[in-house]
């Protein structure tokens, strides 16, 4: 292999376009680690963080550093009520970025939270904490918003002057994937990290470091049985350890070891957030795994879903609609957006291949207003949402609300 034969791999590598549904789904379980962060920061905010009633005072936090950092705690106006806005914001940012709204915004500002309440308090912070900075960092420049985002809805009533309206696709364009690429590289990096650590320690190597670790009191967090007394276990656990560390960063790259590696990494981050109290580490490690999966194996994954729960949501509506009529386009997209179980069928009444495919009085109807096909009657307002929102998960909470609708 020459140079340019790598730099040439590397490059299609890092840059080749691909789709942007794992990404977008590793936003949504990223945001929701976030806000388990900001449930656990707040009842010890003003205490970690107060300039006045803290634990750490600015003054001191410039001699630790000696150097500028990105802190924007320490340009805030004097005051408690200062501190506590920002982390309102903060916290509003992290649900806007869960739920794919305004999601460049949102995720600029949870980088700039994230980095801020860091460099506030280095001692109130582990190795998973600046594991969510370093996400952070990476996802300014992913395609977060492309699927599975009140973005692309939003996209959808308020398009750009130069689109054209038309019925939103299945999948998202492919997306340059660079960002998320080059985090996978990070992240894999840690188990290189921490897998040559453990072989220069003698302690992995003749199986006792669990010993160590079971009997760290202050880490301890549940039970764990006849493991920590049984010699023999711990060695096995020990060496376990050790080689899943040691093969991930390597075999999560192939195709034919990847699930066995995600497997077996799935069983230690569990393992080790059972037996261990190491808030938020263990979460962003298992998250981050959602990279990994190909974007077309959660299509099939999605499939089997759809498969298995269409016995319990009955056939499929049938919804017919004006595609020369631009609100008919947005309203039809959202639902398509919105259908991840694929239990509506959208049909255009001007399309050729529709041409018989819908009785005359409810190709009439739908002329000028979204009509549902349902059994031999048709459905049209709220009785169409009523219907509508039966087959739609992400509707589902607001059916009760619709049901006392008439």
């Known amino acids: 292999m020459s140079l340019l034969n790598l730099y040439s791999q590397l490059k299609t590598f890092l840059f080749a376009k691909g789709s942007p549904l794992p990404v977008c789904l590793f936003r949504i379980f990223y945001g929701l680690a976030l806000l388990e962060y900001c449930l656990l ?90 594991l969510f900075l370093l996400a952070a960092f990476y996802l300014l420049f992913a395609p977060i918003d492309a699927t599975l985002s009140l973005d692309r809805i939003r996209r959808i009533w308020f398009p750009k002057k130069t689109d054209l309206p038309k019925l939103i696709p299945d999948a998202a364009e492919p997306r340059s994937l660079w960002a998320v690429k080059a985090y996978k590289v990070q992240f894999a990096l840690i188990y290189w990290q921490t897998s040559w650590a453990k072989i220069a320690a003698l302690t992995w190597w003749d199986g006792t470091a669990m010993y160590y670790v079971f009997r760290h ?21 020990t060496w376990s350890a050790m080689l899943i560390e040691f093969c991930a960063w390597i075999f ?56 298995a729960a269409a016995p319990y949501l009955g056939a499929p509506v049938t919804i017919a609609y004006n595609g020369s009529l631009t609100k008919h386009i947005k309203i039809a997209s959202t639902i398509k957006s919105l259908d991840i179980l694929r239990r509506i069928e959208l049909i255009d009444i001007h399309a050729p291949a529709n041409d018989r495919s819908l009785p005359d009085n409810i190709r009439q109807e739908a002329q000028t207003k979204i009509t549902a096909q349902w059994k031999d009657s048709s459905l049209q307002g709220v009785s169409a949402l009523k219907m509508i929102s039966r087959k739609l998960p992400f509707c589902w909470p607001f059916y009760p609300v619709l049901a006392l609708l008439r």
Not at 262 to 283: C, K
């Open 41 to 130: 920061m707040a009842p010890e905010l003003l205490t970690c963080m107060s300039d006045t009633n803290g634990i750490l005072r600015i003054q001191t936090l410039k001699h630790i550093f000696g150097i500028p950092v990105i802190n924007l705690l320490t340009a805030l106006p004097p005051g408690d009520n200062w501190i506590i806005a920002f982390f309102s914001i903060f916290v509003i940012a992290c649900i806007c970025l869960t739920l794919g709204l305004f999601s460049r915004v949102s995720i600029f500002l949870v980088y700039l939270g994230l980095v801020s309440l860091q460099h506030r308090n280095i001692y109130v912070h582990h190795s998973g904490d600046h």
């Open 217 to 237: 009191a202050e880490f301890a967090r549940f039970f764990v049985p006849i493991v920590p007394e049984n010699m023999f276990l711990m060695k096995v656990f």
């Open 252 to 307: 999560i790259w192939f195709k034919e070891t990847r699930y066995y590696v995600l497997l077996s990494l799935i069983a230690l981050h569990l393992g080790i957030d059972y037996a261990m109290n190491i808030p938020l580490f263990e979460q962003i490690m298992l998250v981050s795994l959602i990279n990994f999966i190909p974007a077309e194996d959660l299509s099939k994954f999605m499939e089997q879903v759809r498969s």
